[in-house]
Structures are given as C-alpha cells and as structure tokens.
C-alpha cells in the first residue's frame, strides 16, 4: 500500500468519525427538544422506566459519545469507538420493539421500513469501530 493510499484511508476515517459524531450530538440535541416523542415511540413497554427519561437520558449519552468522537486524543479513540458501538447494541432491542409493537415514528410507517431500519444498526456499530480506528487496534493486540 502506497502512502497516498494510507493517507486516503486515514482521512476517510476521520471524516467518518466527524459524520458519526456530528450525527449523534444532532440525534442528542433531538432527544432532548423537537423529537422527544418520536424516540419515546421506541421505548419498549418492558422497559421498567418512564420512557421520557430514557430518551433524556440516551440523549444526554448521544452527546456525549458524538463530542468525544470528535474531540477525544488519537490514544482514547479506539475505546471512544467500542463504547459507541455498545451504545448501539444496546439501544437495538428499542429499534426491534419498533418493528414488533407497528409504531410509527421518524417516517417509518410500514413494517417494511421498520425491517429495513434494523439492518442499518449493525452498520452503525461497524461505522463506530471503523472510524475510530478500534477495530484495527483490537486486531494488533492480538497479533
């Protein structure tokens, strides 16, 4: 690999992660104004919480995971990366309610759009490893 090619990849990622971070602090800041209801759509009945703290405090937690993308030093990006990607784990089963309770919110108003939104999860969580170089850190520890 030339170093051209290198550095392509280098800015790419870093591009990726100035995206994903900005997309996050945008869905942050939406949980905690203009699209509250739309995520409290997405909190499971079995959730024993009230759904608008949860969408506070997933939001407050989109905040800050999109500005440690952005902002963390090179050495704290590859765990900056795994804690992300959990995030998304873990706010799948939300994603998954969606599709099984028929709730409507963000335009997703036919099961077809809720089946497709969930196959976008696992490409957030490889987004997240991907840009913030974890991935490859993790496979280097290995070797």
Do not use: C, K
């Not at 939001?59 to 963390?72: F, K, N, S, Y």
């Not at 590859?78 to 309610?97: K, L, R, Y």
């Amino acid at each position: 690999m030339t170093r051209r090619q290198v550095r392509a990849g280098e800015v790419s990622r870093h591009l990726g992660r100035w995206t994903l971070g900005a997309a996050l602090l945008g869905a942050g800041v939406g949980h905690l104004t203009t699209m509250r209801q739309e995520f409290q759509a997405q909190v499971p009945t079995w959730v024993p919480l009230d759904p608008d703290f949860v969408v506070l405090a997933s939001g407050v937690v989109e905040i800050g995971l999109g500005a440690a993308l952005i902002l963390a030093p090179t050495r704290f990006r590859p765990a900056v990366g795994w804690v992300t990607a959990g995030f998304f784990v873990a706010i799948f089963p939300g994603n998954i309610s969606q599709y099984v309770t028929g709730t409507a919110a963000f335009g997703l108003d036919t099961d077809r759009a809720r089946l497709i939104r969930l196959f976008f999860q696992p490409l957030l969580v490889a987004w997240a490893l991907w840009s913030t170089g974890a991935w490859r850190a993790w496979r280097g520890r290995r070797g």
